[in-house]
């Protein structure tokens, strides 16, 4: 008898597996369409769900993420990223999720702000000035990359003899004005001086070729010419102040670091030297006069310019370096005045902030 009923609970235990066994799949096919069935793989060897880089497809939430890294805040570069932003906007509304980021001067913030740009797979990233190009360049060499307000890509990319096209997944707009035509105007204001100070940071290499440009220029026009480089704000005032006191006309190319401490050289020069500038942002902080570019243009050109690249209209490798379409004679009235100095004809007043 007890050998009757252990062997009828075996059974039964039997027959209750096998039920169980059988509604488990039967449950695993209902949760699954047959697609999802042939393409479901483990988790460790899924690729990541960017978009092949030649479809330019926007990510899942059908936006293009793009990165903004700006070396510091001052009017120039502000005014670039600002003409970079609506120009994409305008060109694709409400197609783009834009990653504006600012490094406040700091260029090891610049390779920290691009290598998370490069970590999160953006779509494209726009470095605002040379120390963000540099970065993204030494970050990616898949992740298209368009420049501004840089002055020369071949100084900064350290491409010998430079046609204008870089070739790789580098493009973008230079904030370059004609040196020539720079030293010209030193020499229009002050045909008589004898000697001109160049100023600039020496950290930054298209500085270093601005000053060389304008020196040879300034030299064929008679004056004798010395270069007086800082090496940051530690030390920028004590060099501005041996350019003032041994010079007849200070210069200052387009330099961020100078660009965002015109203060330290307004300081020094307000009333005693004039100081020409390479750009606007530079000339309304301490300078007299300076042949102006829009840098909401050349920003808005890079827009324009990205736009082509996310939709596949434009191969960034094939992309020439673009160039501000015109140059403004600007002077600033506050230090023409300080200088008692007579504008020359043809220039316009920087506006008052």
Same mark, same amino acid.
């Given at each position: 008898m007890k050998k009757t009923v252990k062997l009828t609970a075996l059974l039964l235990a039997l027959?209750?597996?096998?039920?169980? &066994?059988?509604c488990s799949n039967t449950g695993e096919k209902d949760t699954k369409s047959p697609s999802q069935a042939e393409n479901t793989q483990p988790v460790e060897s899924a690729e990541p769900s960017a978009a092949p880089a030649e479809s330019k497809e926007p990510a899942g939430d059908g936006k293009y993420v793009v990165g903004i890294c700006q070396l510091a805040p001052h009017p120039a570069l502000d005014a670039a990223t600002?003409?970079?932003?609506?120009?994409?906007?305008? +060109?694709?509304?409400?197609?783009?999720?834009i990653q504006n980021k600012n490094a406040s001067?700091? !260029?090891? #913030?610049?390779? !920290?702000?691009i290598n998370g740009f490069v970590s999160d797979n953006v779509d494209l990233i726009m470095a605002n000035a040379t120390a963000p190009l540099q970065a993204a360049a030494s970050a990616t060499n898949t992740i298209p990359v368009l420049g501004t307000s840089i002055t020369e890509y071949g100084?900064?990319?350290?491409i010998d003899n430079f046609s204008g096209t870089v070739g790789t997944n580098v493009s973008g707009t230079s904030d370059l004005a004609p040196l020539d035509q720079q030293a010209e105007m030193i020499k229009e204001w002050y045909p008589d001086a004898k000697t001109v100070g160049l100023i600039y940071c020496s950290a930054e290499p298209?500085?270093?070729?601005?000053?060389?440009?304008?020196? +040879? +220029?300034?030299?064929?026009?008679?004056? #004798?010419? @010395?270069?007086?480089?800082?090496?940051? !704000?530690?030390?920028?005032?004590?060099?501005?102040?041996?350019?003032?006191?041994?010079?007849?006309?200070?210069y200052v190319p387009t330099d961020n670091t100078a660009a965002n401490n015109t203060g330290i050289v307004n300081n *020094?020069?307000?009333g005693v030297k004039p100081v020409f &500038?390479?750009? $606007?942002? =530079?000339?309304?902080?301490?300078?007299? &006069? !300076?042949?102006? *570019?829009?840098?909401?243009?050349?920003?808005? @050109?890079?827009?324009?310019m990205a736009a082509q690249i996310l939709t596949g209209e434009a191969d960034i490798a094939a992309m020439p370096i673009e160039y501000a379409p015109q140059f403004v004679k600007k002077y600033n009235p506050v230090t023409c005045?300080?200088?008692? =100095?007579?504008?020359?004809?043809?220039? $316009?007043a920087i506006a008052a902030e």
């Open positions: 027959v209750m597996s096998l039920s169980l &066994a059988a600002e003409g970079f932003i609506d120009a994409l906007n305008e +060109k694709l509304p409400g197609q783009v999720d001067g700091d !260029t090891p #913030t610049c390779a !920290t702000i100084v900064a990319l350290g298209n500085s270093q070729y601005q000053v060389d440009n304008v020196q +040879k +220029k300034l030299e064929e026009l008679g004056y #004798t010419c @010395k270069q007086y480089p800082f090496s940051d !704000t530690n030390d920028m005032a004590s060099v501005v102040q041996d350019a003032v006191d041994n010079n007849d006309v200070l *020094i020069c307000q &500038a390479g750009e $606007e942002g =530079i000339c309304g902080g301490c300078g007299v &006069a !300076t042949l102006s *570019i829009s840098y909401y243009d050349i920003g808005y @050109k890079t827009g324009e005045e300080a200088l008692n =100095i007579t504008v020359p004809d043809g220039y $316009e």
